[in-house]
């Protein structure tokens, strides 16, 4: 994991200038963007980045409906190409929908063969399994080419020391769970953020709206126990009330904010500081593997459900 968090400080500048030259971009308002685990996180940053002119569905939710796919583009975010309901979708919808874009790092995936377009995520791969970090990134970056938005990213290696300091002073108690608050853009990346959490430390990890904090969640969160970090853009004004009462009332709160006025390089500066935390306290509770590896009954249960 720490070699393909290291990897993103190279792979991701160049991938970037391999997108620009290609100069793919299509229309928002006629594109749905799908995928799961962190490729849903990717699919929500895409319709933020797009002014919520672009859709977010569910896949298999969306294989149930292929009738509203009807005259779109789809856009399949899917790293290894391989997830079973993805390919599904790709094969129903294809006289459906005006075209389908895989993002994916396999170009000879079944999904990219199932697909009209493919976008490839080119980085360098870990040997071993690992969560998914420039993997996501990646994505980040595909899905802002496609929207129009990609900007020129600039020298990484401060952002990602920077995104280390901050997790070095991120502490969790040995039976505490993580809550990810964020609103925007705070929120997608808070769903990548639950992601980590979960995959690396296997502890409970959840991503909320900061508005729906208050209605039903809230009422589970131990406040002595419990990690919340609230992930907030620079306009997250819900986010930091939010944070402030939280704080008020006993809760550990971490802020978590890119420095960057842009939104895709603010989400890449965010997305190192979720890995870094993920990474971080893992170390420190010295485990060797990330625990969907480590735990090979559930792996094997995960692949079922997925591939």
């Not at 377009?117 to 990646?138: M, N």
């Not at 929207?147 to 990484?156: E, H, Y």
């Not at 390089?265 to 190192?272: M, P």
Request: include cysteine.
């Amino acid at each position: 994991m720490a070699e393909e968090i290291q990897n993103q400080t190279e792979d991701l500048p160049r991938l970037a200038l391999e997108f620009k030259r290609n100069g793919r971009s299509i229309d928002a308002s006629e594109t749905i963007f799908t995928g799961s685990g962190d490729s849903y996180a990717s699919a929500l940053f895409a319709r933020e980045i797009s002014g919520w002119n672009a859709r977010v569905e569910d896949p298999y939710e969306l294989l149930n409906h292929p009738a509203s796919t009807r005259g779109k583009v789809v856009v399949v975010i899917s790293t290894s190409g391989k997830t079973r309901t993805n390919i599904l979708l790709a094969r129903k919808i294809a006289r459906i929908a005006r075209k389908t874009i895989a993002i994916t790092s396999n170009a000879d995936s079944p999904l990219a063969r199932n697909s009209s377009e493919t976008l490839v995520l080119r980085y360098r791969k870990a040997e071993r399994l690992t969560a998914g970090t420039v993997s996501f990134t990646s994505s980040l970056l595909a899905c802002a080419s496609l929207m129009g938005r990609l900007p020129k990213i600039p020298l990484l290696q401060g952002t990602l020391e920077h995104a280390h300091q901050w997790a070095q002073r991120v502490r969790l108690s040995k039976n505490g769970s993580v809550l990810f608050v964020g609103t925007g853009l705070g929120h997608a990346l808070a769903e990548y953020g639950a992601c980590k959490v979960q995959e690396v430390l296997g502890i409970r990890a959840d991503a909320v709206y900061s508005e729906q904090l208050g209605h039903a969640r809230l009422f589970s969160v131990r406040p002595s126990k419990d990690l919340i970090v609230s992930v907030k853009p620079k306009s997250g004004r819900k986010a930091r009330a939010v944070a402030r009462s939280l704080s008020e009332h006993g809760s550990t709160v971490h802020t978590l904010e890119g420095s960057s006025i842009n939104p895709v390089i603010w989400s890449i500066e965010v997305s190192f500081q979720l890995q870094m935390l993920a990474h971080t306290l893992a170390r420190r509770r010295r485990m060797k593997e990330c625990a969907f590896v480590a735990d090979r009954s559930k792996l094997a249960l995960s692949s079922s459900l997925i591939y």
